[in-house]
């Protein structure tokens, strides 16, 4: 018989988590990544450094969608919204991890400020499953939406050559719009539109700032 977890049991989980996140290796579905047929192009030493940039952006956009959904399942109050929860944080690791070996191999670093945006998505996140699983899949759906519009500005500005690299967004894309409509199809609610703004505030914060740090 399994053993009830304890409030301090879940919050070991979540530190264990947390640091595989931001310093570890997290639990992934261990999908092949995306790239793994493709050859690398030489890119100039301008493409290499902006690729680099741009993946460091989405690194940091990952660790924050990793908090988010981690906070989420743990207020949830309906099982299957958990689950649900749970199952798109691994293939949010998925992109973790994708986008931090493109971000080795251009011999450059993750963002600094990460733990400061997981610290604060997961207790966004935290806030949001307490409210009530309808808001905290808006929420999701939400985010996905704007994170969407990112990848595709990311695309339209990184090098064609960098085959790679864009290999990932455009699968990260695809699971992304792929969890939007998920969360809005479980009984996710329509946020309001001062939320909205607030959030693609936010965003644009973490984006700039993870850009160049």
């Given at each position: 018989?399994?053993?009830?977890?304890?409030?301090?049991?879940?919050?070991i989980?979540?530190?264990d988590?947390?640091?595989?996140?931001?310093?570890?290796?997290?639990?992934?579905?261990?999908?092949?990544?995306?790239?793994s047929?493709?050859?690398?192009?030489?890119l100039?030493?301008?493409?290499?450094?902006?690729?680099?940039?741009?993946?460091?952006?989405?690194?940091?956009?990952?660790?924050?969608?990793?908090a988010?959904?981690?906070?989420?399942?743990?207020?949830a109050?309906?099982?299957?919204?958990?689950?649900?929860?749970?199952?798109?944080?691994?293939?949010?690791?998925?992109?973790?991890?994708?986008?931090?070996?493109?971000?080795?191999?251009?011999?450059?670093?993750?963002?600094?400020?990460?733990?400061?945006?997981?610290?604060?998505?997961?207790?966004?996140?935290?806030?949001a499953?307490?409210?009530?699983d309808k808001?905290?899949?808006?929420?999701?759906?939400?985010?996905?939406?704007?994170?969407v519009?990112?990848?595709?500005?990311?695309?339209?500005?990184?090098?064609?050559?960098?085959?790679?690299?864009?290999?990932?967004?455009?699968q990260?894309?695809r699971?992304?719009?792929?969890?939007?409509?998920t969360?809005?199809?479980?009984?996710?609610?329509e946020?309001?539109q001062?939320?909205?703004t607030?959030?693609?505030?936010?965003?644009?914060?973490?984006?700039?700032?993870?850009?160049?740090?």
């Amino acid at each position: 018989m399994l053993r009830k977890l304890s409030s301090l049991d879940r919050i070991i989980i979540e530190c264990d988590k947390a640091i595989k996140t931001l310093i570890g290796t997290p639990e992934t579905t261990e999908r092949i990544l995306p790239d793994s047929e493709l050859a690398e192009n030489e890119l100039t030493a301008a493409e290499q450094q902006e690729s680099s940039r741009l993946m460091r952006v989405n690194h940091a956009g990952e660790v924050s969608a990793q908090a988010l959904y981690q906070g989420q399942a743990l207020t949830a109050n309906l099982p299957e919204v958990r689950l649900a929860m749970e199952h798109a944080a691994l293939e949010e690791n998925d992109h973790l991890v994708w986008c931090q070996q493109r971000i080795h191999y251009f011999g450059s670093h993750t963002s600094v400020f990460n733990p400061l945006w997981y610290a604060g998505s997961f207790a966004i996140g935290a806030v949001a499953g307490k409210i009530g699983d309808k808001w905290s899949l808006g929420f999701v759906a939400e985010t996905e939406k704007q994170v969407v519009k990112h990848l595709d500005e990311h695309l339209s500005v990184i090098s064609e050559q960098d085959v790679k690299s864009r290999s990932i967004l455009e699968q990260m894309k695809r699971d992304e719009l792929h969890h939007g409509t998920t969360a809005m199809e479980a009984g996710g609610a329509e946020l309001p539109q001062l939320v909205k703004t607030v959030m693609g505030l936010m965003s644009k914060v973490m984006t700039k700032s993870s850009y160049w740090i």
